[in-house]
């Protein structure tokens, strides 16, 4: 089936880094999509990109949907500690059975010792 | 309330006990999903109701048993479940043909 390869699958912040995560595909999605998942809850949406070239800002998050359509990437600027969680992408065909959500293994984000 | 709602947060059961999760949603959505999510593993898609209407059952086996009563609530019924289906089991809704899910806290479900 379609996967989506998402990295990295963990990193460490400092409080004030920039951080980067991005995921491809070998799939052409129409939609792509961010989340964060707190521990204990349920992914809640961040940004979602519904076209190719097109970068999205959300306070300090920028995502960009890729050019060929097969990738994604997300930026955090200046982080803070309450920006550990997990990052997933997702992406998403058209509709119908094609238009369900195909997730990334996520980026955990932890915050350095 | 708002949003999606999962009840219970927390469930342990014997291998022998039945017992279902629910979900409702607050979003006036027409879809609605069930994933479970395990460690290290991508979020794997159970079943989809698209306006109380099944359109998915990826291979789940048959001790799962999805129920869509309307269009705002989603049942799981559980039964003989095994150690490995311990995992965060996630509702979540949407309004298709847009995009983006609005999922729910989670049930946190353990199997003794």
């Known amino acids: 089936g379609q996967q989506l390869n998402q990295s990295p699958q963990s990193m460490f912040i400092q409080e004030g880094e920039d951080v980067s995560m991005n995921c491809t595909s070998s799939?052409?999605?129409?939609?792509w999509l961010w989340y964060k998942q707190d521990p204990g809850e349920g992914p809640v949406l961040l940004i979602a990109l519904y076209k190719a070239g097109e970068l999205t800002s959300n306070g300090r998050l920028t995502a960009q949907f890729g050019i060929t359509r097969k990738d994604s990437f997300l930026n955090i600027s200046a982080s803070i500690p309450s920006d550990v969680g997990i990052y997933f992408c997702?992406?998403?065909?058209?509709?119908?059975?094609?238009?369900?959500?195909?997730f990334g293994k996520g980026t955990k984000l932890s915050v350095k010792p | 309330e708002t949003g999606v709602t999962q009840t219970p947060r927390h469930l342990v059961m014997g291998m022998t006990n039945k017992k279902s999760l629910k979900c409702e949603q607050h979003l006036g959505h027409n879809a609605m999903y069930w994933y479970k999510q395990s460690a290290k593993k991508p979020l794997e898609l159970m079943f989809v109701?698209?306006?109380?209407?099944?359109?998915e059952n990826n291979s789940v086996p048959s001790r799962f048993s999805p129920e869509c009563p309307n269009s705002s609530h989603l049942f799981l019924h559980l039964h003989t479940l095994q150690p490995e289906d311990s995992a965060l089991y996630l509702c979540a809704s949407s309004q298709q043909p847009n995009y983006g899910y609005t999922f729910g806290s989670g049930t946190r479900l353990t199997v003794v």
């Open positions: 799939s052409i999605f129409n939609t």
């Open positions: 109701y698209n306006f109380k209407e099944q359109t």
């Open positions: 997702a992406g998403q065909l058209n509709g119908g059975s094609q238009g369900n959500l195909i």
